[in-house]
């Protein structure tokens, strides 16, 4: 079993930065997809950005050149820096873990962390 807890969500102005860690506690971290995704009220859960087992990196057009999605093997810790936050970027962001050797044991979810952001 896997679990994810998130944390670093807040009110931040629009422009400003925050940074999301998700902390994963399970077995084999490396072999993981790790993802960052976001639910906005009224709307369904997106993907934001993806990070492969190999360290390959994905992003929703919305938030590309804004965030980055990083990992510290050694730490089991995910993280996603969101710079130049819009009021657009506001929701629930949720992290989540894929084995790519178990694939049918299906995507792991944290409790997700809010992300406010102000105009």
């Known amino acids: 079993q896997v679990q994810l807890v998130e944390s670093g969500g807040g009110l931040v102005q629009a422009g400003g930065s925050l940074r999301l860690s998700c902390a994963f506690f399970?077995?084999?971290?490396?072999?993981?997809?790790m993802g960052w995704y976001r639910q906005a009220p009224g709307r369904e859960r997106e993907l934001v950005a993806r990070?492969?087992?190999?360290?390959?990196?994905n992003y929703a057009d919305s938030v590309k050149g804004r965030f980055t999605i990083s990992r510290d093997i050694p730490k089991n810790t995910v993280y996603l820096q969101m710079n130049n936050l819009k009021v657009e970027d506001t929701g629930i962001y949720y992290c989540?873990?894929?084995?790519?050797?178990?694939?049918?044991?299906?995507?792991?979810w944290g409790q997700g962390t809010q992300v406010t952001v102000s105009s």
């Open positions: 990070i492969t087992a190999g360290g390959g990196e």
């Open positions: 399970g077995n084999f971290f490396s072999i993981h997809i």
């Open positions: 989540s873990a894929l084995n790519v050797r178990s694939i049918s044991s299906g995507e792991f």
